[in-house]
Each structure stands twice: as structure tokens, then as C-alpha cells.
């Protein structure tokens, strides 16, 4: 299936957002707000595929959006900033994820909401299809940038907390701040400005809905402050953006990897600096993939034999790791011999 481009917005200097056809009457793509659209790239006759969360919303929203930050060396963030156009066509796979809500008129609820840098894409959609669809629940969001224009959908935002002054509260915190005042605080996430910002709204840690998407040293330091107050990790929703920096044993170590995948057996040699999806494709054995960063199940594999090492900020349990459930995008292998179902 293809989606054609209708709108590209100028989100930030280093954001866009595409607004696409969304088919016609009896063929719309159905998605949950917060999930992501895997969209298929081509670039010099090699087809990419990068997942992006869905910005719009599916109960008010006849079109679907998604946004997009310019990555440093991101080769299809940049393509797409730099060359796509209006009327351009990308094929895609089904919408993804499991960060998502189903907001339901009969709950109420209060959402305490953190987001970073363009880790609050998914996030708005949720924002909006609460406020819509959940009239008795009310969100706090807490959102982290590096200065006032970094701010994505910072007008927004604003008219939101405006229409919904009792639903609706957003406070930001920014690295660099030079017009603090009781929204806009100056410096970096801390249990001491989390607790005020709760404070203000008059929100206790308690069971709430909590969920975190950001940069992975945002959302650990999130997720630090939250354990301080009882909240469990099992009581937190995550979605990570991008992968940590992890120490590997290196490019010394050469794994023999064997991949099972539907009846058939597959022998290649991977790198202790390489995960397990990038050899596998780079030796052309087809494996499902879908965001190639922990953000969904569409690559989850189990390792029946050997060690690897998985980067944090994952979605799976630890009931899942203890299986040896894993996904293979962010997999890489720290024993000389492993095998790995699919």
C-alpha cells in the first residue's frame, strides 16, 4: 500500500510533518494514538524502511500525519527533510506499537505524560484523543527540549491548554532558558522540579497513567525519580526514540550466529560491534523488521542458545528477557556461539 503526501509542515528548523491521503471511505488506515506508520523510503534504488509516530490523532483527524527530526548522518531523516515533495507517494506497512491508549468516555484517569526533544510525536496524538475522547480525564505533560524554538508543536500546545484549562496543563523544562517563568523552567529533569511541577497541579505519585518518550538518558532519569516515589516500572509506559551508546566487546570478537527462521537454517558471522538484524541483511536473509531502534515487537526472536547483549530501553518485560525473548535490531552477540529462533 501506498500513501501519497499532502502537506509538508515546518514543524521546527529541524522538524517536519507529513500529512498524508488517507485513503478513501471504505479503505482507511486504522491506527492507535500513539502508535508509529513504517514508511518505505526509496534512495538511490535501495528501499529504506524508518518507523515514525503518528502525530495526528484518528477520532478528529481525517488525515494521517507524521513527524519527522532531522537526524546528524540520518540518511533518510535527511532525504526526507531535503528532497521529498507534495504528490510523492511512499509505500508503508501496517501502523505499529505498543505505545499507544484507547481512551474510553467512561474512564477517568489522570495521564502524567513525559516527553523529549521530538519524543513528544506520539505523545500529542495521545494528548489530543484524551482530550477528546476521555472528557472526564485529565494530563499533565512535562517536556524537555534544549531552547524555546526546539519546542515541537509549541503553538499547539498552547491553544490545547487554552480550550481545555481544567483537562489540560503543560510545563517545560529547557537546557537553556532565558525567559524562565511558571511554566518554563530553566536547566534539566530533577526530582526536585518534578516534585514542584506535581505540586502546582496538585497531582501525588500515585497510580496514575505514566508514560515516557524521549532520549534514553531523559527517560532513565524519568524513570529514576518515579522508582524514588513508588512508582514501579511495571506501572510505566515507554518508547524510546533512539538507542543508548553501549559498551560491546568489539569488532575482535566474530560470532558464529545461527538464525532458524520458518523451517530454514542459516548460517553467518556477526560482529560483537554489529547487531544480529544488520548482519543478517547485509548477508540478504530476510528477517521481519520494522523500526530497527526497540520501539516494537515486529523483530522479536528468542535466543535458545549463547549470549547476547540487548541495549536498554526496551519494551520487553523482564519476564520476556528472562525467556530469552529478544529483538534482534538492537541484539548483538557476546558469546562465540549463538542460535536464535524466528
Same mark, same amino acid.
Given at each position: 500500500m501506498k500513501l501519497q503526501i499532502k502537506h509538508i509542515i515546518k514543524e521546527t528548523k529541524d522538524s517536519i510533518s507529513l500529512s498524508f491521503k488517507n485513503g478513501n471511505l471504505f479503505n482507511k488506515l486504522s491506527y492507535k494514538p500513539g502508535q508509529f506508520l513504517t514508511v518505505h523510503v526509496p534512495i538511490d534504488n535501495v528501499v529504506h524502511k524508518r518507523a515514525y509516530s503518528f502525530s495526528s490523532n484518528p477520532f478528529t483527524?481525517?488525515?494521517?500525519?507524521?513527524?519527522?527530526?532531522? @537526524?546528524?548522518?540520518?540518511?533518510?531523516? =535527511?532525504?526526507?527533510?531535503?528532497?521529498?515533495? %507534495?504528490?510523492?507517494?511512499?509505500? %508503508? !506497512?501496517?501502523?505499529?506499537?505498543?505505545?499507544?491508549?484507547?481512551?474510553?468516555?467512561?474512564?477517568?484517569?489522570?495521564?502524567?505524560?513525559?516527553?523529549?526533544?521530538?519524543?513528544?510525536?506520539?505523545?500529542?496524538? %495521545?494528548?489530543t484523543s484524551v482530550l477528546v475522547k476521555e472528557e472526564q480525564s485529565r494530563v499533565l505533560l512535562v517536556y524537555a527540549n534544549q531552547n524555546m524554538e526546539?519546542?515541537?508543536?509549541?503553538?499547539?500546545?498552547?491553544?490545547?491548554?487554552n480550550q481545555y484549562p481544567n483537562r489540560f496543563y503543560v510545563d517545560h523544562i529547557l537546557s537553556t532558558c532565558a525567559d524562565a517563568?511558571?511554566?518554563?523552567?530553566?536547566?534539566?529533569?530533577?526530582?526536585?522540579?518534578?516534585?514542584?511541577?506535581?505540586?502546582?497541579? !496538585?497531582?501525588?505519585?500515585?497510580?496514575?497513567?505514566?508514560?515516557?518518550?524521549?532520549?534514553f538518558g531523559f527517560m532513565e532519569k524519568i524513570k529514576e525519580i518515579l522508582k524514588e516515589n513508588g512508582i514501579s516500572r511495571e506501572q510505566i509506559k515507554l518508547e524510546v526514540f533512539k538507542s543508548p551508546k553501549i559498551k560491546l566487546l568489539g569488532k575482535d570478537l566474530i560470532s558464529n550466529v545461527t538464525l532458524k527462521v520458518k523451517g530454514n537454517s542459516h548460517q553467518i558471522k556477526v560482529r560483537g560491534d554489529k547487531s544480529i538484524l544488520w548482519q543478517a541483511m547485509s548477508? =540478504?536473509?530476510?528477517?521481519?523488521?520494522?523500526?530497527?531502534?526497540?520501539m516494537c515487537s515486529t523483530c522479536k526472536a528468542k535466543c535458545v542458545s549463547g549470549e547476547v547483549?540487548?541495549?536498554?530501553?526496551?519494551?520487553?518485560?523482564? =519476564?520476556? @528477557?528472562? =525467556?530469552?525473548? %529478544?529483538?534482534?535490531?538492537?541484539?548483538?552477540?557476546?558469546?562465540?556461539? @549463538? @542460535?536464535?529462533?524466528?
Open positions: 483527524e481525517k488525515d494521517l500525519k507524521i513527524t519527522i527530526k532531522r @537526524v546528524e548522518k540520518g540518511l533518510v531523516s =535527511n532525504y526526507l527533510h531535503d528532497h521529498i515533495k %507534495i504528490g510523492d507517494k511512499l509505500g %508503508i !506497512d501496517k501502523p505499529a506499537g505498543s505505545f499507544y491508549v484507547e481512551p474510553k468516555p467512561e474512564v477517568k484517569k489522570q495521564y502524567v505524560l513525559f516527553a523529549g526533544g521530538s519524543g513528544i510525536t506520539p505523545i500529542y496524538s %495521545i494528548i526546539s519546542i515541537i508543536f509549541h503553538d499547539e500546545l498552547k491553544a490545547l491548554a517563568d511558571a511554566n518554563y523552567h530553566s536547566g534539566l529533569a530533577n526530582k526536585t522540579l518534578l516534585d514542584k511541577i506535581l505540586l502546582k497541579y !496538585d497531582i501525588k505519585y500515585e497510580d496514575h497513567t505514566y508514560m515516557i518518550c524521549g532520549p548477508d =540478504n536473509i530476510v528477517l521481519p523488521y520494522s523500526c530497527r531502534s526497540g547483549k540487548m541495549t536498554e530501553g526496551h519494551f520487553l518485560s523482564e =519476564n520476556d @528477557v528472562a =525467556n530469552g525473548d %529478544i529483538l534482534t535490531c538492537i541484539s548483538y552477540p557476546i558469546s562465540e556461539e @549463538v @542460535v536464535i529462533e524466528i
